[in-house]
T-cell receptor, first 114, second 114 residues
Framework: NAGVTQTPKFRVLKTGQSMTLLCAQD?????MYWYRQDPGMGLRLIHY???????AKGEVPDGYNVSRLKKQNFLLGLESAAPSQTSVYFC?????????????FGPGTRLTVT | AQSVTQLGSHVSVSEGALVLLRCNYS??????LFWYVQYPNQGLQLLLK??????LVKGINGFEAEFKKSETSFHLTKPSAHMSDAAEYFC????????????FGTGTRLLVSP
């Protein structure tokens, strides 16, 4: 199993450009999450999905959109990138939302917005 | 609402010395507690978790943590540090009921010197 994979690994955008980050998992997990990691702030939840076709806002959703058209994929979109969105983005998945089931993380996407 | 405090953004130890990374949480309900490790340029990997039962939890790579409800703590320890333990460590908490997001601490970077 590949686990959780993310595409691309690195990206540089100019302010105002758009892009989509792709997350894929092969563990048949129902739940998927997008986080951003900034120095000294830990990980903060952007959006999450509790199943195919459903999405919900997390702690810092502004400026991002998501879609979950297929169970194994979770897309994170930036419609008009801003320098404040420079960060490392992590996707995660879990079997359920129960605290007993840990989240599995992808390797991350490092995004720089100039 | 849950929150996590990790004392010390950086901890330095010598190889072979005791590792102690501190984590205190606040939660209105009995929590689930996690420690994740992040090696440079990689995603987060679960070290160990506390759900219910035994309060001393053993994880991978020789790490363990003890849940102390009276102290609202979940400190991570390892008897003898190895150079390969150098990484960033995150404590995380989530509540027991329904979907409650995983709340991360700000992380502690462990430095191991020869």
């Amino acid at each position: 199993n590949a686990g959780v994979t993310q595409t691309p690994k690195f990206r540089v955008l100019k302010t105002g450009q758009s892009m989509t980050l792709l997350c894929a998992q092969d563990m048949n997990h129902e739940y998927m999450y997008w986080y951003r990691q900034d120095p000294g702030m830990g990980l903060r939840l952007i959006h999450y999905s509790v199943g195919e076709g459903t999405t919900a806002k997390g702690e810092v959703p502004d400026g991002y959109n998501v879609s979950r058209l297929k169970k194994q994929n979770f897309l994170l979109g930036l419609e008009s990138a801003a320098p404040s969105q420079t960060s490392v983005y992590f996707c995660a998945s879990s079997y359920s939302t129960s605290g007993r089931h840990e989240q599995y993380f992808g390797p991350g996407t490092r995004l720089t917005v100039t | 609402a849950q929150s996590v405090t990790q004392l010390g953004s950086h901890v330095s130890v010598s190889e072979g010395a005791l590792v102690l990374l501190r984590c205190n949480y606040s939660s209105s309900v009995p929590p689930y507690l996690f420690w994740y490790v992040q090696y440079p340029n990689q995603g987060l990997q679960l070290l160990l978790k506390y759900t219910t039962g035994a309060t001393l939890v053993k994880g991978i790579n020789g790490f363990e943590a003890e849940f102390k409800k009276s102290e609202t703590s979940f400190h991570l320890t390892k008897p003898s540090a190895h150079m390969s333990d150098a990484a960033e460590y995150f404590c995380a908490v989530r509540g027991l009921y329904s979907f409650q997001k995983l709340v991360f601490g700000t992380g502690t970077r462990l430095l191991v010197s020869p």
